[in-house]
């Protein structure tokens, strides 16, 4: 097999973080691949958001490597996680309730008009942004009340799938999700979970932290375990049980996968 072949859309090695005494991370690897969906689970404290802050920029690691696409890449920042692909759907969903959901696809990228005579004055193109979003939106099958309605008028199930639409549009490699289901109702989650297998078609390496056992072995292709700052199980849903997740996650015993 090549080397290319070979080669994760993102992978981290021996990865530290301390605040303090107090260490988050102890050595963590973690890999995913394009048009894979991994779940990274573990209770509370177990080093999964740290792990994916030092993944999308937003936190630097104290030891570690992290590579795309099989280059070594040093993320300075969340801005500079996103130039290379890597879009992040935190739980708060990080959107502007007066904005539309148009404006909030492209925020922080607004489109420009070409006409000469505004262009000095930076004229918003909003008709332009409308259009885009609305295909993008189509193409994943996601009907919203309007394109042009404030967004805090919408219900959490279609703020959810703006913001994971929004991720979509943006990314290139890889798009981390958190907690994506988090106080939703049965249809909300339903429709969310196979908005997640919309973007792995598209080939993006999709990375979902939750604590939903049965949401994780319905949608994840391999389930990574971590605690108390360790990885310390990688589980496949097709072989194993909910029970040997939790096992995994509370540290009692259980079968189904391979133990870091």
């Known amino acids: 097999m090549s080397a290319v072949a070979t080669q994760h859309a993102l992978s981290a090695r021996g990865?530290?973080?301390?605040?303090?005494?107090?260490?988050?991370?102890?050595?963590?690897?973690?890999e995913v691949d394009a048009g894979e969906v991994v779940a990274l689970m573990g209770d509370n404290g177990a080093g999964k958001s740290t792990l994916v802050k030092c993944l999308s920029g937003a936190v630097r690691p104290d030891?570690?490597?992290?590579?795309?696409?099989g280059e070594q890449v040093a993320l300075e920042s969340p801005t500079h996680a996103r130039e290379l692909g890597i879009?992040?759907?935190?739980?708060?969903?990080?959107?502007?309730?007066?904005?539309?959901?148009?404006?909030?696809?492209?925020?922080?990228?607004?489109?420009?008009?070409?006409?000469?005579?505004?262009?000095?004055?930076?004229?918003?193109?909003?008709?332009?942004?409308?259009?885009d979003a609305a295909a993008h939106l189509e193409r994943l099958a996601i009907n919203l009340p309007s394109l042009r309605a404030p967004i805090r008028e919408f219900s959490g199930g279609q703020r959810q799938c703006v913001a994971v639409a929004r991720a979509l549009?943006?990314?290139?490699?890889?798009?981390?999700?958190?907690?994506?289901?988090?106080?939703?109702?049965?249809?909300?989650?339903?429709?969310?979970?196979?908005?997640?297998r919309r973007v792995r078609e598209e080939n993006l390496a999709v990375v979902v932290i939750s604590?939903?056992?049965?949401?994780?072995?319905?949608?994840?292709?391999?389930?990574?375990?971590?605690?108390?700052?360790?990885?310390?199980?990688?589980?496949?849903?097709r072989s194993c049980t909910a029970d040997d997740v939790?096992?995994?996650?509370?540290?009692a015993s259980g079968n189904g996968g391979e133990r870091a």
């Open 15 to 30: 990865i530290v973080k301390r605040y303090g005494h107090v260490t988050a991370l102890d050595g963590v690897s973690f």
């Open 211 to 237: 604590h939903s056992v049965p949401e994780v072995m319905e949608v994840a292709d391999r389930i990574v375990v971590m605690r108390l700052g360790r990885r310390v199980a990688t589980l496949d849903p």
């Open 63 to 69: 030891e570690g490597a992290v590579e795309i696409g």
């Open 87 to 131: 879009e992040t759907v935190y739980q708060d969903l990080a959107l502007a309730d007066d904005l539309s959901a148009a404006e909030n696809f492209f925020l922080g990228r607004e489109r420009l008009t070409k006409a000469r005579l505004w262009q000095r004055f930076g004229q918003l193109d909003n008709r332009l942004m409308q259009r």
């Open 246 to 251: 939790v096992a995994a996650i509370t540290g």
């Open 169 to 196: 549009v943006w990314a290139s490699k890889v798009i981390f999700m958190d907690e994506p289901t988090a106080a939703l109702g049965v249809a909300q989650t339903r429709h969310v979970l196979d908005l997640i």
